[in-house]
Every structure is written in C-alpha cells, then in structure tokens.
C-alpha cells in the first residue's frame, strides 16, 4: 500500500493526529535549528530570508491548487495586520528571544499566547476570565518562576531583552486571534502573503543594521535556512490546516503544547541546554496551566 493510500485509509480523527503530530513535531525541531543559525547569521536576517523564500513557496503551492492570489483592496489592511501580529511580532520577535535565552526559556514563555488570549478576550470581547482561567494561569506564572529560579537560571539584566520579546511574541499572536476576524482567503493564499508582508520587513531590517556576512554561512547552516523555509513554514502549515479540517480547534491547540517540550528536548540533545529537574517542572507547571486553559474549550 502507497504512503498516499495508507493516509486515505485512515479516519478523519487519526488522521488529524497524524497531521498534527507532523506539526508538533516540525515546529519543535525548528526551536534548536534557530538557535544554531544565530550562531552564524543575525536573527531577523535569517528569518527573513526564510520567511520570504517560503512565502514563494506558499504562493506556489496556491497556485497549483488552483487558489487566486489577488487580494481585493478593502482586505489588504487586515492582511497588513495579521502579518504584522501572526508573523513578524510571533516569529521575528521569539526569534530575537534567543540572542539572550535558551531554548528553554523562550518556548515556555512564547507559548504562554493562550493564556494572553484568555486575558485579552476581556476587555476586548467582554469574556470575564473564569475560575479555571485563574487556576492555569497561576500555574504558569507559577513555571515561570521556577524556570528563572535558582542561583544559575536567575532573570538578569543580560536576560531582560529576550524575555520581553518573547512575552511580546506571545502577547501579538493572542491579540491577532482575538481582535482580527480571519480574513475570507483562501488558506494557502492568506498564508503566503501574510508570511511574506510579516517577513520582508524582516530581512529590510536584518540587511540595514544587522549586517550579516553572508560567507558566514557553513554547510550545516543551510541546511538549517532550507529546514526552516520548507518544514515548519510549509509542510507543518499544510499539516496544521488538514488537521484543523479533522479535529475540534481546541484538541488542536492542546495537541500543540507538544511543540516546546519537542523544541527542549531536541535543544538539550543536539546543544547540550539544561534539562534537569527544575526545567521539567517548569515545563510541566507552564503547559499544565495552558492545557488547563484551553481545556475549558
């Protein structure tokens, strides 16, 4: 039996599963991948040029779906803005997260969005938090804390910088999902552009004061830029989007909670990062209380 059959063969849940697994999975590897490409390349450069590379690749693949690309005038403004909080604040600020954080330290605290969506939706939509909502977040403020605790993982002044830009990460990306309305696109058209107007200011900003040495790239570092651009830009997208198709939204959103104790383990196996004790509950404490959150849904 083919890859394809096997797929088809399978139900619509257990296939969702699957696709989300890929995603989780993508998207976890991409967290140390990014922190070995800082080491060559300068964060927004990279980004940004992988960023754009697979908005192309994005427009391609709508393309031969058979999905327009034209976006009519009266939706650019809410595309802009999407781009600006799905895409160059969600990946160009957890990115720069990096230059002062481990791997560790800046997935827990980009993935703490849901719990920001929670607390944004009351002032924005007139949803009060719940007693549930409370409860997760003192959980996760509760990680947190015990992620930076300690002698040797204190928030320092040299840590300050890439804490705020990954709490920003996360505080954009819950306020896009709550105040902007999903625009009526196709997916793999929004998806281009969005990743490709949130990405070439990006590599602007990267060429104008980052100043890359672009002979500084080794051969590892490639294939780094060519994982990023085709794995969780584009393969995880099309696998997030079937599994949406298969799954309740909130199923999804706890299944990927798997994303950062992929993206910790995989740093502490391939950079040596810190994974003791305190790290894993942490990380227990600061996803319990996500999951606890979205849970409620």
């Not at 902007?180 to 998806?191: E, I, M, Q, R, S």
Request: net charge positive.
């Amino acid at each position: 039996m083919s890859f394809s059959a096997s797929l088809q063969s399978r139900s619509p849940r257990s296939l969702g599963l699957f696709c989300l697994m890929i995603t989780s999975l993508g998207w976890g590897i991409n967290w140390p991948a990014m922190k070995f490409l800082l080491r060559e390349w300068p964060p927004l450069f990279a980004r940004g040029v992988a960023g754009v590379a697979a908005a192309c690749l994005l427009a391609a693949i709508a393309a031969a779906a058979g999905q327009r690309l034209r976006v009519p005038r009266e939706l650019l403004g809410r595309l802009t803005l999407g781009a600006f909080t799905n895409v160059f604040a969600w990946m160009g600020f957890s990115t720069l997260s990096l230059r002062w954080l481990n791997v560790g330290q800046a997935a827990l605290l980009v993935y703490t969005m849901p719990l920001w969506a929670t607390l944004l939706a009351w002032p924005l939509l007139g949803k009060r938090p719940s007693l549930r909502d409370s409860m997760g977040l003192a959980l996760c403020i509760a990680g947190v804390a015990l992620l930076f605790g300690g002698p040797d993982a204190s928030l320092g002044t040299d840590q300050l910088a890439g804490a705020l830009f990954a709490l920003g990460a996360a505080f954009f990306f819950a306020l896009g999902t709550v105040a902007l309305k999903p625009t009526p696109l196709p997916p793999f058209t929004a998806l281009a552009w969005q990743v490709g107007i949130g990405c070439a200011p990006m590599l602007v900003l990267g060429l104008l004061f980052e100043q890359p040495d672009f002979h500084a790239l080794s051969a590892g570092g490639w294939g780094v830029m060519a994982y990023m651009t085709v794995m969780p830009m584009g393969i995880c997208y099309l696998t997030w989007f079937a599994a949406l198709r298969r799954l309740p939204p909130a199923t999804a959103s706890i299944a990927t909670l798997l994303t950062p104790i992929i993206g910790v383990t995989a740093a502490a196996l391939s950079l040596g990062e810190p994974l003791g004790l305190r790290q894993l509950l942490a990380m227990a404490l600061t996803i319990g209380g996500v999951a606890f959150v979205l849970r409620k849904a």
